[in-house]
Structure formats: C-alpha cells, structure tokens
C-alpha cells in the first residue's frame, strides 16, 4: 500500500469521525434553538438558522476533500492485473542490464536502477539529489548538448551516442535515450534516461576492422590494407618527388615444408619469417602477408634501384639463416620481384603487378634471387650489390691500394706533387676503378672508411719521400662529397696529420666542385675549419659544377683543378680552349693556381702553360702507378 493511499484513507476516515461529531453537536444545538417547549426567541431564530447555514456550508466543504482524497485513493487503488503489471515493471527496471536514471523536472536524480549502478561504479546515494553531468566525459562539446536538449525540447526524446566517464575516471561510450515524463496536467514532471554500455561492441568494431585488415597469424598488414597504404605512399611519394620500391617476396617450395611436416610447422615458419622481416626494417617501410607464403614490402623512399636490390639482398640473406621451428632445423631460400615507382608503374596497383611479374622471372630463373621488373637494370644493379657487398670486406682484407699519379710544374717540368688515387685489387676481377665503387662506397657509407685509409696512406708515403728528399711540394687526396659534408671529416685529417706527423702544408685536400655547390654554406664553413688545420684544399674537375663566381671567392681555395673534359679537346677545339682561357683568367684573378689533369699530349700542355696554368697532371707526364713504381725525372715540353 503506497503512502498516499494511506494518507487518504486517514483523511477519510478522520473526515467521517469529524461528520458525525458535527451532527451530534448540531442535533444538541438546533434542538435547544428551536425547542417547541420553550417559546423561541427571534434572537434563537436567528442563531439556529445560521448554524444551519454554517454546518450546511461546512458539510459541503468537507464532502469535497473527502470526495478528493477518496478519488486520489481511488486512482491510487490498482486492480490485481494492474499490480501484477507494476511488479513486472519494477523487476524489469531492477534486472534490465540497462542502465536507468530519473531526474525531476528540476534535473535533480530522483531514481537509478541497479544496472545504473554497476555501469557507472556508482552507488544511489552519491547520485541522489545530483546533476547527470557529473558523468560527463569532457569528450562533447557544448554544441552536443546544446542540440540534445534542442531535440528533447521539440520531440520529448532523444537517442544517441555519448561518452560517459565512470566513477574509476574512466571514459566509454552508451548508447542513451532520453525521454520527457509529463504528468496528468501535461506539465514536464520527470526526464528519464535509459542507456546500455557499448564499449564491448566499439571494441569488436575495432578488432573487426583489425581482422579486415591484417593477417590472423602474423598479423601483418593484408594486401587490403598494403594497397591502401601503398596508394597513400605514392600519392605522397609523387607530391615529394619520391621513389619507392615495392618488393614481392615469396618462399621457394614452402609447399614442401607444408606437405612433408604439417600445416601446423608452415604456420609457425609463416610466423617466424614474419617477426624476422619486421626485425629487419627500419621506419618507412611496410610489410605485408598478402598470402600463402606472399609477403610485400614497400620502401617509401627508395629512389635508386641499387637501393631495392640491396634491400632485396638483405631480405634473401637474412631468411638464409636456419629456423628453430619445434625440435626441426628449417632452411629457406627467398625469391624477390621488384618493381619501381615512378620508373615502372604510377599506380600501386600496376606497381603490384609488375613486382609479380618479376617475381616469376625470379622463380623462373632459378629462384633464392631477386629480379626488377625491368630486366636491364637487374644485371646492373645485381653487379652493383655484389659489389658493395665485397667492398665490405675489401678493406679489412686489404686489397686496396694507393696509387700516385706525378703533377708537374709545367714552367720547370719538374715532378712536385702527386694525387693519391685508390684502386681496388680484386681477386677474380683484377685491378676495379675508383669510378665504379667510389659511388657505391658513397652510398653505403663505407667512403668515410676509405677515404680515412687513402689520407693514411698517402701521409706515411709522403714523409718517407721528404725523408728521402724527393722535394715534393705536396701529396694531394680527394675527398668524397659524402665526406665533406661531415663535421668528422676535420677530425680524420686532424688525426691522420697527428699521427703520421706530416706538414700540413704538404697535404693537399681535393673537393670537387659540385660537393662544394651541393650546399655552399656548409662547404665554407668546413673549409675554414680545414683551412685551420693548415691543410692545402684545391677544387676538383672545375667548371662540372655549376659554381657562382661570387661564392666562389668567399671560398678560402688555392687552387682550380681543370677538369679534363676541356683539356681533352686543347689546343684545336675553340670551345674547350675558349673555356680553359677563362678558368685560368678567373683563378688568377682571384689569386688561385690552376692545375690542369687529363694532358695526353705535349700540345696541351703547351696551350695550358702558354695561357698561364701552373700545374700539370695526365698520361702524358706519367699514369697513376703504386709508389715504387714512380718515375721521378722531369718531363720535358
Ligand atoms: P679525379 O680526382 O679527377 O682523378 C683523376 C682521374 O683521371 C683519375 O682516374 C686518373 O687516373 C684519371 N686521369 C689522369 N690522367 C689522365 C689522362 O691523361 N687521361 C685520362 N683519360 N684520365 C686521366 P681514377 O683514378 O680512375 O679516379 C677517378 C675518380 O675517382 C677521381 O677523379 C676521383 O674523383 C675518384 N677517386 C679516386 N681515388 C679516390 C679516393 O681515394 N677517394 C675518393 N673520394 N675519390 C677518389
Ligand atoms: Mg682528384
Ligand atoms: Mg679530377
């Protein structure tokens, strides 16, 4: 029975105890007024007729807040079904799963459920009385609310998505909706707020996405995810002015390893080939299972093709190394297509394509190797590899050497100076030109190694001649622009004079002209430092490079080194004698001495020295030869 049901019941009862008081009273009273015994008075009269009035009155009063509260009782009253319906409606508001909460029209909880309580870390009491925003995540903003209490106020409802924040701080998303209550005069009496927590299903969207997206056993990017990236990447790549290198990599006979030792053993190989490629890459490059036994990979910024075929290799020889895979030893071997953006394809679809199709020149030709899509360049840059593979350990196993190549004074012909020029003695392929690793050294950063032993050598050699008074003015080392970029670079020679104890002064630095124009502010700023050191630094293969002349006189140079592309057409080619005429004019003007390399024949030392350079270097006065071989006599014109 509900409290008000009481209440009127009270009421009622207490109306009717007062009722029959009041007749009692008004039969004593209305008898003595009007007694037919005694004569009545007018005044008598007067009174019971008013008493009448009043009781009248009061009786009408009363029978209208009895009728009142006895019809409140009555709407209160509920017939058995209705009270049958009203449990089931508690036990539902008690056990949905559902969270429940009822404000007054104020906003003021009135009522939460015990689903509420479970969802929110809430207990009823620390709610009661408060504003539903103390559950507010921070995540909306006011523009949210604003909308949402737009919404309630036109259609008395609202559903949505919201993030809530727990009593543990912690945020997550309900799906709520939000319903205005009104009462029997249609006035708002209550907002009740029924919500579910969907933190459970956002999770599932996300690992349904997860699973959309990346392998289930290495959890690898798929192909769906790898075309998507590999289309941002080129995207990205074209607007940079970027290559890249998308790389198709498949095991050789993995179906044997899967038929001979079971689907469980090539899973967990599939598995370990995984975490040892994502082992190998560094940011920028995406790894794939696009199936089977199909992996991809996509260097973003690959732009030379020796670049993916070093990757290529890195990839063949590190899946060379056995896998422990339960108890059994297991070997593979890799084939690898390559193909190139933008060389052979502009979209990342054509770029997959291609890459397959190298694929099966590799497998065609042999398989455990690699094959660029465009067949010309797979033997080019596989020599490329091979070699900057050896190169590696050409220098511990010793087989460079320096040679020197005379420079005369051409006024004297006297043999002052000598360049030091590297060879590589290779053992099967003889003696390699600097012009065809030096580059490849360059990339792989093996240039600072060898440059360091080259300065080494030339340094030692050079004391032994002053020691043995052969009167030379210097011994001169190029630098590779790898290397002069480096703030290393001071520390090497400062070392190298340190420890060899040469004259500074006799150790001529070689630069070429496009290093120094590559960033001119850098170049100054080593060749001042270098300049320090007391060292001698001339420019390299002049008028290649593109130099500005302003820059040019900032540079603390003693000397231009004319390239020997102009002294091959000297003295009867007018363009090259016309060019030569005015690097020689500049250098003297800025107080440089010109050296010109590459003289074959007497006439163009003849020209050289007629039109004011100092130095000559070339065939003609002596090729490069190991030290022991040098030819000390003057040559003369
Ligand atoms: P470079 O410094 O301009 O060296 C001159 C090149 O011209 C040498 O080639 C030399 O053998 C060649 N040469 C000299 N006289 C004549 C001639 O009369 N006719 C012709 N046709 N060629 C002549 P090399 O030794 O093959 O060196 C090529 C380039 O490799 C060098 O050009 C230099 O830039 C680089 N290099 C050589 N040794 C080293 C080194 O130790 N470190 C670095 N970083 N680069 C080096
Ligand atoms: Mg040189
Ligand atoms: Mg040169």
Known sequence: ??????????????????????????????????????????????????????????????????????????????????????????????CTREGVLVTDREGLIVHVNPAFMHITGYQREEVLGKRPNLFKSGRHSADFYQAMFATL?????WSGEI?????????????????????????????????????????????????????????????LLFTDRAKQALTSAQLHKRGCALLLIDLDHFKMINDSLGHTIGDQLLKAVAERLKAMFEPGITLARLGGDEFAVLAENCPQV?????????????????????????????????????????SAEQLLRNADSALFKAKSAGRNDYALYTEELTAHAQQRVETSFELRHALDQEQLRVYYQPVHDLRT??????????????????????????????????????????????CRQMCQWQKAGRGLAFVAVNISSRLFARRELYEQVARVLHETGLDPACLELEVTESAVMEDPEVALEQMYRLRELGVQLAIDDF????????????????????DQG??????????????????????????????AEGIEQAEQAAFLLEHGSQLGQGYWFG???????LVWAPQHL
């Open 306 to 346: 020796e670049q993916a075929a070093a990757l290529a290799r890195r990839i063949i020889d590190g899946l060379k190394q056995a896998f422990p895979i339960d108890g059994h030893q297991l070997f593979i071997n890799t084939s690898i297509g390559i193909s190139l953006f933008p060389a052979d394809a502009l």
């Open 153 to 157: 106020e036109s259609e008395s409802e």
């Open 566 to 595: 102009f002294v091959a057409g000297l003295p009867w080619d007018e363009d090259d004698a016309a060019i030569v005429r005015v690097i020689i004019a500049l250098a003297q003007s800025m107080g440089m001495q010109v050296h």
């Open 543 to 562: 008028g290649t490079g593109y130099s500005s002349l302003l820059r040019l006189k900032r540079l603390p140079v003693q000397k231009l080194k004319i």
């Open 1 to 94: 029975m509900s409290a008000s049901y009481r209440a009127a019941t009270r009421a009622a009862l207490f109306y009717l105890v007062f009722c029959v008081v009041w007749l009692q009273l008004s039969g004593y009273l209305l008898n003595s007024f009007f007694d037919d015994s005694v004569e009545a008075s007018r005044w008598q009269l007067i009174n019971g007729y008013a008493w009448l009035l009043f009781s009248a009155g009061f009786v009408f009063f009363a029978r209208a807040r009895l009728m009142r509260c006895l019809g409140v009782a009555a709407k209160q009253r509920v017939n058995p079904q209705d009270r049958e319906r009203l449990r089931q409606a508690a036990a539902v508001f008690d």
């Open 623 to 629: 090729r490069p030869v190991p030290a022991e071989q």
């Open 163 to 223: 993030w809530n924040r727990r009593k543990s701080g912690e945020i997550y998303p309900q799906w709520q909706t939000i319903r205005v209550i009104h009462d029997d005069l249609g006035q708002r009496s209550h907002y009740v707020a029924v919500f579910s927590d969907i933190s459970a299903i956002k999770h599932s969207e996300q690992e349904r996405m997860h699973l959309a997206h990346y392998d289930p056993l290495t959890d690898l990017p798929n192909r």
């Open 413 to 458: 012909s006297r043999l002052i100076g000598l360049e030091a020029l590297v060879r590589w003695e290779h053992p099967q392929r003889g003696l390699v030109s600097p012009a065809e690793f030096i580059p490849i050294a360059e990339r792989t950063g093996l240039i600072a190694e060898i440059d360091a032993w080259v300065m080494q050598q030339a």
